[in-house]
């Protein structure tokens, strides 16, 4: 099939910055994809890389569209490198016929609380607004002083509530010990990537791949080992950057949580086939995109048949622009909330 193709980069500053023990995130960046068929037809995907995760850059998504040009086909978009995994997902969900789902009941949703003592102020009201889950960022302050804030924390959830603690790979192995010993005396239905592989820049810089996979070899044995040694289960997340990643961790029988940013791992199909097929424990995560990626994540979500997990996508408004954010943070989303997503008043705000 032939498209007219077109692009807008945007840059969006967060209303409230995000901090995670990568630093102050104070804006989103990406590409907004628009594909016009020959019919008429149009429709949207989103290229959002996160800095951290090793996946392409924007100006790499950005420059692959401008080399896509104007006028292109299905062939020359089955033919993007398999590097650009999140330019891939967003030009595969564009030509995606999403059909409803048959089970369209409501899904929980977990609501994401920010770092440090903020988020003690949040809890009491999302509980009465009705979550039941809610996603702390870790990793960010000392181990003392954070641990002294889970204790907090877990006294003010309510009965029966569950806690995700996310780490973004902030620790070493002691520090992933600590708080994986203090969690077993809490509801917390997991640790978020308590560590993670971080080869040397210059290693990267200078191709040494045999550097880099050590790096992640360690790594990958370190979350084996705490995921054996400790009850409180983990969960995967900047570790599985694509399809490769999922097999990679089926085949070595990790026993967690994955944790699935679907916008940034290519065409997922088959990752999310081969989950699965291994019963796996899936959690579908947004990836701070724009209403038109929160829109394509939330249908694959929809489309899941292995067993629910509270989605963690109650995270907005994440901008200013009411046109640009996903739904409203609620305890509960249904795919009615999901189709009424508005993708060209969202293009039409950033052009």
Request: proline content about 5%; glycine content about 8%; some cysteine.
């Amino acid at each position: 099939m032939n498209y007219h193709f077109d692009y807008c980069r945007y840059r969006l500053p967060f209303r409230a910055p995000l901090w995670t023990a990568h630093g102050c995130w104070e804006a989103r960046e990406g590409v907004i994809l628009r594909l016009e068929s020959e019919g008429g037809a149009i429709s949207y995907g989103e290229a959002c890389p996160i800095p951290w995760f090793g996946t392409e850059t924007v100006n790499e998504v950005e420059e692959a569209c401008r080399q896509v040009g104007a006028e292109t086909n299905d062939a020359i978009l089955d033919g993007l490198p398999e590097k650009l995994g999140c330019l891939r997902s967003a030009v595969h969900s564009a030509r995606m016929d999403w059909n409803a789902p048959e089970d369209e009941s409501a899904r929980a949703v977990a609501a994401l609380l920010p770092s440090g003592k903020q988020a003690l102020d949040l809890i009491e009201p999302r509980a009465e607004a009705g979550f039941r889950t809610f996603k702390w960022k870790v990793g960010v302050g000392s181990v003392a002083d954070e641990l002294v804030l889970l204790d907090d924390i877990c006294g003010r959830l309510s009965g029966g509530a569950k806690l995700r603690l996310d780490a973004n790979g902030a620790w070493e192995r002691r520090s992933a010990e600590k708080w994986l010993d203090r969690c077993a005396d809490y509801p917390v239905e997991y640790v978020e990537q308590p560590c993670f592989a971080e080869a040397s820049a210059f290693a990267k810089a200078m191709g040494d791949k045999s550097a880099v996979s050590a790096a992640q070899r360690r790594a990958e044995d370190l979350l084996l080992g705490l995921a054996e040694d400790f009850p409180t289960p983990l969960a995967l997340d900047e570790s599985i950057m694509s399809g490769h990643d999922v097999t990679r961790w089926i085949d070595q029988g990790w026993p967690g949580y994955f944790v699935l940013k679907t916008s940034l791992m290519g065409e997922a199909a088959n990752a999310l086939a081969a989950l699965e097929k291994a019963d796996a424990k899936v959690v579908f995560s947004s990836a701070l995109e724009t209403a038109v990626g929160a829109k394509a994540a939330l249908k694959r979500a929809f489309a899941w048949n292995g067993s629910p997990h509270a989605l963690g996508f109650g995270v907005w408004p994440l901008f200013n622009d009411f046109e640009v954010n996903g739904p409203a943070a609620a305890p509960l989303i249904r795919w009615d909330d999901v189709t009424r997503i508005d993708e060209e008043a969202l293009w039409n705000a950033l052009s």
